[in-house]
């Protein structure tokens, strides 16, 4: 495809040869002859220009180099950047149907264009939206619903009763509506476990990645808002509420019935506690753990998290630490 | 069902009309007609009487309101909870039988009223017990024993000669007696494997949690005791041995060789080092780390883990901190 | 066997009786009579002369005990341990063939010698080197290639594209393959999916614990190098390149573009952030977060990761903390 149709595609301008060709996006790191690499920051450009790769992709933002490589100029180099992999690399598409190996329940409502591949089990009750694509080894509790164009990959499990709204994406692995760790010790001292009957619903557009495990509420539900995305390993107690919009990175925990808000940011391994409620827009910065409540907004960091320029000041401080205790010992005899 | 046959079923008193009627358990959150509320917070009855609710749940400790709804008083009221909660929601039963798909071993013995579901596998010589419950896709490795009454969530693994007590409950994407972590760089650099020769083993009515692993013992076992409840996404080293009734909250890390009490609560995301000792009843704090054994009792946090109270007073201590500095560099020029 | 012929299979030197039969290895903690005891460490010794275990194993550097039973001295004991433990424990070897409720897709190319066990699913243009052996419900995606004598137990899911190397031991409940955690909200406020279009690829003798997750990059490829070792409920982002000889333990958690060098170790729970670099030979201590590229051969500790010997005396400050503040507010007044 010549850059110039490209351009027409992503809304650029080509500088140089607007009839040379490109097949594919490439790397920064690994830049092939034929195709076009996107570069996100300037310092990059000088060993792109000294590669084989065949067109340069920048946002406007970025100073147009000296070279005789074509240059395909946009507003939103990152944006262009999906798009071009998105036109390149056409999503494998499987046939429709249901493998004969599956294993169907009973008043199984199957919508069109549905995809189920070898060896999935779905059981009595369930029904699965138009344009569903479920590969291999998937479960699908009693009472379950797929929505419209979701993807579940090989071996996700959705235990009865949960509901997935419309174009979700399930990695592979994923537990949905395992019981909530939910005990009680009586008086006596014998310990009972406490029925779990609700369930998991997701909005639209939740992805959830591998091997991420989200409990089903005791009573209710447990809730992933839409345009929710969550990584892997991450683990979400019983009855917690997650707003639209979130970002949560990898083995972050959450313990049972938080309330998280809207746009809220939880990245790698923050642990959050029961019972606590983090606004809208609120920032958990890696590893820290939440303990209390967090307004709309704040940023916070650390074990307690604070705020984090208050946690990053104590960081800093820890670091002299050592010296000021061996002056005071000094002084102080 | 009739307020006055509940409270026969949980020995609670009726205060009003005994012969209203309710039909299952709703929660504060989300109050319906026709069901009873389990009111565990003096703060939350005010709401609970505001809304459909036909009844309230309450403990004996908790002043009765004025009402006009009939009020279900009872000694422990969490317990009348769980115990209405099963009343109200029959688990669902599969029915007995060997799913046609399923790949059976030579020489595999089968108990009574088992299920055992789709495209499971079980392999030569594996027991199974009377009246246990397996979903579709586990694997039930060769010489395994899966104790009476025990319940497999869909695609459990099992691993050759794992031994399962009796009335385990094993969640979705549990692996058990995965191989340990064991290698050996000898001295001439060259990188060996330890074969793992050993089972994972487990008391009765032991619960795992979601997508958690636990190793096989290099020899011997790794042991999980009776009435020990694991939640999801644990991780557990080989060689452990983990004593009865104890908590292991999610994302729990223990490496080799360690071993725990009776009675020993682990906090979510909590780290155990190798080859150490918590003595029973020890309590350790969210996300802390311990690094040397913990004697009987204690209750520690932090990394390393302390105890509790002294833990508490560095944390404190920290928030103080930058000032201090500064208050110091002032003075000591 | 006689240990005249065990001492000549492992280079070593009867002390003793060497025509005293033993038929297999046992531990220290459950010695057995007809067996072989390792002993690693001079302490214990005395409990495993009182045992009922026939011989002992000992590394010359451990003075010889005086006792009747007959002893193996060897140079490097742990090695001749780990030769004892396979010599008698022979590997459960399933037998050659592709089991009939096995879905091949098109075009599947099946080296000679392997087994692919019940309900496994293969999609077009897969290959499997010679010898490898697949248990049941594995998934391997289009176009994945796994390498000669590998061993993918239960449930693996081999998403399309990926490259495994010889040899790779992967555990139950692997995720290979899946999307990175890629997403780009634009300055309309939408947010956009990057399409991950790389591929996971493997060298030799790799080994992945159980439930870990590796993620396919977003063009070229996520990297593991031969020889390294990876635990149990790791998550390694798109685009890491981890080296050769590496060790990475439980619950490790490495976000996207990070490179890690040639023998490292991470110990548990540590945190790698994204698009540093660790050097070779490099060593992350327990549950570290590293925030920044490390050289070679540096030893780290703490969030953030420091150098270990600066973190340790950090750690041993914190103690003090709490006495110092008091005693600076009663001087200060």
Chains 1, 2, 3 share one sequence.
Do not use: W
Request: hydrophobic share 35%.
């Amino acid at each position: 495809m010549t850059l110039k149709k490209l351009g027409e595609k992503v809304d650029g301008q080509v500088i140089g040869d607007d009839q040379t060709e490109v097949f594919n996006v490439s790397s920064i790191d690994s830049p092939k002859s034929g195709t076009i690499v996107y570069i996100e920051k300037e310092k990059h450009i000088h060993e792109v220009l000294n590669s084989p790769a065949t067109a340069l992709l920048l946002s406007r933002t970025i100073s147009t180099p000296r070279t005789h490589k074509p240059i395909l100029q946009v507003n939103d180099g990152k944006l262009a950047f999906i798009q071009l992999l998105k036109h390149f690399n056409i999503g494998f598409s499987p046939l429709e149907g249901i493998h004969p190996t599956v294993i169907l329940g009973d008043n199984v409502s199957i919508g069109d264009g549905v995809n189920v591949m070898a060896h999935c089990v779905i059981e009595d009750n369930a029904k699965i939206g138009d344009g569903a694509v479920i590969y291999p080894h998937c479960f699908i509790g009693y009472m379950s619903h797929i929505g419209e164009g979701s993807l579940l990959h090989p071996r996700v499990t959705i235990e009865r009763g949960s509901i997935l709204g419309k174009r979700n994406i399930i990695s592979s692995g994923v537990v949905l509506g395992s019981d909530g760790f939910g005990y009680y010790d009586d008086r006596k001292g014998e310990r009972h476990k406490v029925p779990q009957v609700g369930i998991v619903e997701t909005g639209d557009d939740v992805e959830i990645g591998a091997n991420t495990t989200i409990d089903r509420a005791t009573l209710d539900k447990t809730y992933i808002g839409s345009n929710t995305k969550i990584d892997n390993l991450v683990q979400i107690g019983h009855n917690c509420y997650i707003g639209k919009d979130c970002y949560i990175a990898g083995q972050v925990g959450i313990a049972g019935s938080s309330r998280i808000g809207n746009r809220v940011t939880l990245a790698g391994q923050v642990g959050i506690v029961d019972h606590v409620v983090l606004e809208d827009d609120v920032v958990v910065l890696a590893r820290s753990v939440v303990t209390h409540s967090i307004k709309k907004g704040e940023v916070v960091l650390g074990f307690p998290a604070k705020p984090a320029n208050e946690a990053k000041k104590i960081l800093a401080s820890l670091s002299r630490l050592p010296k000021i205790i061996e002056r005071l010992k000094k002084k102080g005899g």
